[in-house]
């Protein structure tokens, strides 16, 4: 078992930044991929990003590549995303979540966090 926490969500200007993160406890934190998700009203839940076990890889949707930033610090048990440039479009809840596979399907990924509200605007 695995639990998530994200925090740093928030309200930020169409062009700003913010600093995302995701607390693991439970089992070791190191044996899973993290992905990062987001969601908004109405619509699937996609991936943001994400990155394998001990950070060597990274993967990005095309929508944030080369403005978002996965990371991972597995002896703090937290994986982080920043995200610069932000844009309306951004605007989501934003989830984190553990899976035992490199995948970017919402089913691979059993556990999840809460999630956390980002606000753009114009």
């Known amino acids: 078992q695995v639990q998530l926490a994200e925090s740093g969500g928030g309200l930020v200007q169409a062009g700003g930044s913010l600093s995302l993160s995701c607390a693991a406890s439970?089992?070791?934190?190191?044996?899973?991929?993290m992905g990062w998700f987001r969601q908004t009203p109405g619509k699937e839940r996609e991936i943001v990003a994400r990155?394998?076990?001990?950070?060597?890889?990274?993967y990005y949707a095309d929508s944030v590549k080369g403005r978002f930033t996965i990371s991972r610090n597995n002896a703090k048990n937290t994986v982080y995303l920043k995200m610069n440039g932000l844009q309306p479009e951004d605007a989501a809840s934003y989830y984190c979540?553990?899976?035992?596979?490199?995948?970017?399907?919402?089913?691979?990924?059993?556990?999840w966090g809460q999630g956390t509200q980002v606000t753009v605007s114009s």
């Open positions: 439970g089992r070791t934190f190191s044996e899973y991929v």
């Open positions: 979540a553990a899976s035992s596979t490199s995948s970017s399907n919402t089913r691979d990924y059993k556990y």
């Open positions: 990155i394998l076990r001990f950070g060597t890889v990274t």
